[in-house]
């Protein structure tokens, strides 16, 4: 690596860290609003557009939870992250297509994104046969009505979640949602935890609420998120070296 690389690659994970030191103190200060600990809250470090030399700064500065949203982006980035050494726990978050899950499967350690019955019969069938382990999986559940951005029906949540609990291959952890675009996301995550009440009443070991992004972590720690995913906050903008 040349001298301005270096230079290049130190200014990037300054700034990462100045970040990081910024979303943690918003996350601090959210937690005190609703009386909880900043302890029960996991940061997720949304990676997509940004390279894998980003995760391992992440990963140099104590994060070790990656997020990602296309399969086409992550399997070769947790490849090479991997080949560099580093140690992360992948966050599958997008919405899957069921021709992805295979791959998927590889490198994932949590799946955020399960809405139907096939994709989770898919995944099921491909974590039996390449995994040692169950994958453990969010179910995704819709806070709109808009099938674009994902998410099962409310009122279709609880057989979704009994058969996935049925499946050996996958490991129920909770569920995960999106605030409504045009919505004060206060009154969308009012109805998430309502639903993860119920939720958590039939599953009690399914306890993860991954909700909440860099516009609106607050309002999700507010309302009980566990799992917050972060991009921009505390990535920026692309740094020069690319």
């Not at 279709?156 to 996301?185: F, H, T, Y």
């Amino acid at each position: 690596m040349t001298v301005s690389k270096m230079g290049l690659e130190k200014e990037r994970r300054d700034e990462i860290a100045a970040n990081l030191v910024a979303v943690r103190q918003r996350i601090a200060t959210a937690c005190a609003a609703a009386g909880r600990d900043p302890s029960e809250i996991t940061l997720i470090a949304v990676t997509k557009t940004y390279p894998a030399s980003d995760v391992l700064h992440l990963m140099e500065l104590g994060l070790t939870d990656v997020g990602e949203n296309r399969d086409q982006e992550a399997a070769p980035k947790a490849a090479e992250v991997a080949a560099a050494g580093g140690k992360v726990s992948w966050h599958f978050i997008g919405q899957l297509q069921r021709n992805k899950a295979r791959s998927v499967v590889t490198y994932a350690d949590m799946v955020h994104s399960v809405d139907s019955m096939k994709l989770a019969s898919t995944l099921d069938g491909h974590a039996r046969a390449l995994r040692s382990t169950p994958l453990q999986v969010l179910i995704q559940v819709s806070l709109d009505k808009d099938p674009q951005r994902g998410g099962v029906p409310p009122a279709d949540l609880a057989e979704l979640a009994r058969s996935v609990e049925s499946m050996p291959g996958l490991k129920l952890r909770g569920l995960m949602a999106i605030a409504p675009l045009g919505e004060p996301p206060k009154l969308a995550f009012a109805r998430l935890a309502q639903y993860s009440t119920l939720f958590q009443a039939e599953h009690p070991n399914a306890t993860i609420v991954s909700a909440g992004m860099s516009d609106d972590l607050d309002a999700a720690i507010a309302f009980g998120a566990t799992h917050v995913r972060i991009g921009s906050a505390l990535l920026g903008k692309r740094a020069a070296l690319r």
